[in-house]
T-cell receptor, first 113, second 111 residues
Framework: SAVISQKPSRDICQRGTSLTIQCQVDSQVTMMFWYRQQPGQSLTLIATANQGSEATYESGFVIDKFPISRPNLTFSTLTVSNMSPEDSSIYLC??????????FGPGTRLTVL | SQQGEEDPQALSIQEGENATMNCSYKTSINNLQWYRQNSGRGLVHLILIRSNEREKHSGRLRVTLDTSKKSSSLLITASRAADTASYFCATDEGSSYKLIFGSGTRLLVRP
């Protein structure tokens, strides 16, 4: 498994502002992912973040709205920009250590007023 | 779009009983994973079963995979109140590491 931490664990933000979520892993991993879980829903992949390359975004998600950084093999950030109440969700990062088993962080619960 | 559909959407059982959840998917897969989520927190990885495997066990968990029917089941034996959570299946296909999640089953284990 992997020990993954996320900051903040939760936040309440005003519309129009931005929030950056951090994801830290206890060991080096090539593949990191960011997911969104809207209230009462399942998880949807936002983007894949590999170190040394631009993030790859899924359909319906764009870099201007969800910029991602991956400066090294243990850390990534996801920014939710120009937030609206529809962005209220749990945001989760995950890592894959090369065997297709993905392990998830504890999530960041975001509420936008 | 979601790959998997899970049933039932919700399940309520008495402590000590067994709980069975089912997951169906649409395309050929490499692997199928089951996760547990407590009260909207992070996902806990339960078990991974590969496409060439038919059954795996881990403690009180038993997972089966039927690739001909594109379905999987998760059995929790001798359930406990602490098993109350949402359970999700997730699949990956081809060369992609991307996971596609099912809709989830909410399990309530009554003491």
């Amino acid at each position: 498994s992997a020990v993954i931490s996320q900051k903040p664990s939760r936040d309440i933000c005003q519309r129009g502002t931005s929030l950056t979520i951090q994801c830290q892993v206890d060991s080096q991993v090539t593949m990191m992912f960011w997911y969104r879980q809207q209230p009462g829903q399942s998880l949807t992949l936002i983007a894949t973040a590999n170190q040394g390359s631009e993030a790859t975004y899924e359909s319906g998600f764009v870099i201007d709205k969800f910029p991602i950084s991956r400066p090294n093999l243990t850390f990534s950030t996801l920014t939710v920009s120009n937030m609206s109440p529809e962005d209220s969700s749990i945001y989760l990062c995950s890592v894959d250590r090369g065997r297709h088993e993905q392990f998830f962080g504890p999530g960041t619960r975001l509420t936008v007023l | 779009s979601q790959q998997g559909e899970e049933d039932p959407q919700a399940l309520s059982i008495q402590e000590g009983e067994n709980a069975t959840m089912n997951c169906s998917y649409k395309t050929s897969i490499n692997n199928l994973q089951w996760y547990r989520q407590n009260s909207g927190r992070g996902l806990v990885h339960l078990i991974l079963i590969r496409s060439n495997e038919r059954e795996k066990h881990s403690g009180r968990l038993r997972v089966t995979l039927d690739t001909s029917k594109k379905s999987s089941s998760l059995l929790i034996t001798a359930s406990r109140a602490a098993d109350t959570a949402s359970y999700f299946c997730a699949t990956d296909e081809g060369s992609s590491y991307k996971l596609i999640f099912g809709s989830g089953t909410r399990l309530l284990v009554r003491p």
